[in-house]
Structure formats: C-alpha cells, structure tokens
C-alpha cells in the first residue's frame, strides 16, 4: 500500500496562473480532506470530500479555489489565478471511515513568484 | 468554536530524558484525539489515535492519554533519543457532522546528544 500519493511535490507557479494539486488516496479509502498549512501556522481544514461529492467545504476560500473528487482518478485542488498569499503547504489526507484516523499525505508546497 | 492550544510552542532536551507534551481543547464534544508527528518540509505521520471513549494509547515509547471532561491530552516520550526531533501536533475531530480536524500548532521537540 503506497500510501496517500500527492504530487507534485513542489510547484511554482506566477501570479495569475492556475494551480492544480492531486492527491491519491490509500486503497480501500473513500474520504478525503485539503489542508492547508501557511508559514507560521498551524493546519487548517479545507475541504472534505467523498467520491463524486462535496461533503464540507467550509474552509475554502469562496473565490478561486475549487476541489472535486472523481469517480476514477485523483482528488484535485484547483487554485485559480493564484497571488502571493496562496503560497503554502498543502495536504491531503484519507481515512476508510469517520471511525478511524486520518493518513497523510507529503503534501505539495506551492510558491507563488 | 473548538480552540486548540499547544504548550510548549517548543522544547529542548537532553537525550535519554523522559518528556511530556500538553494539548488542550476548548470543547469537549470531540470523536476522536490523534497525535501526529511532522519532520521539516515533510508531511504528517500519524502517531496515536485516541477515540473519546478511550483514557489513553499507547505504542513503544509514546504513550498518549485523554482527559475529555477537562479537555486536556498528553503525549508521553520516554527515553528520548535524538530521531524523536520534530514537531508535534495535537489535532481533535469535532462531532456535529464535521469530520474536520482541528489542529494546534504544534510542540517543535529538539533531542540533543
């Protein structure tokens, strides 16, 4: 089991430009959550989602973020024309239930230039 | 609105010396309590999982309790050997049909030779 798979490891991209951040989760694992970690900060929830649907997204910023959950393929989180205060760590993590824990994933650091 | 406090923000020891990390929340009505383990530019590794009905968890050396009515946990290290350097975090999983985690911002451990 590889574990939760994110990638790319680190991004950079320029102000304006569209980010795009996936994540793999654990075989067996039907739900996945976004955090976000900003210099100096501690992590803060993003979104949660399950195959195909939205279950939380209270944590996302209302413009330019989205996230999606596919039936075949990653999770993805989208950053629309990204600006300096986008740059962060950004994890992803999955858990087969509410009864369990959360597996991490390494995260994707972006850097916005 | 759940609050979570880590105290130390950091802490340095010799090695061999047993420690104790202190996390506190701000409402009890909490699912589950898990102690992560976060090494720099890397991600989260999951440590202990405690479930609100549990007192404490243990694996090897680390030994985690939970103290739900006063909101308090604590992460026990003992022996602690320079590999242990790290930062931990505390994070709650709220109840009300959230499963989001609430994290602090960590104890930031130094184990010295």
Partial sequence: ?113 | KQEVTQIPAALSVPEGENLVLNCSFTDSAIYNLQWFRQDPGKGLTSLLLIQSSQREQTSGRLNASLDKSSGRSTLYIAASQPGDSATYLCAVKITGGSEKLVFGKGTKLTVNP
């Fill in chain 1, 1 to 113: 089991n590889a574990g939760v798979m994110q990638n790319p490891r680190h991004l950079v991209r320029r102000r304006g430009q569209e980010a795009r951040l996936r994540c793999s989760p654990m075989k067996g694992h039907s739900h996945v959550y976004w955090y976000r970690q900003l210099p100096e900060e501690g992590l803060k929830f993003m979104v949660y989602l399950q195959k195909e649907n939205i279950i939380d997204e209270s944590g996302m910023p209302k413009e330019r973020f989205s996230a999606e959950f596919p039936k075949e393929g990653p999770s993805i989180l989208r950053i629309q024309q990204v600006v300096r205060g986008d740059s962060a760590a950004y994890f992803c993590a999955s858990s087969p239930d509410a009864n369990y824990g959360y597996t991490f994933g390494s995260g994707t650091r972006l850097t916005v230039v």
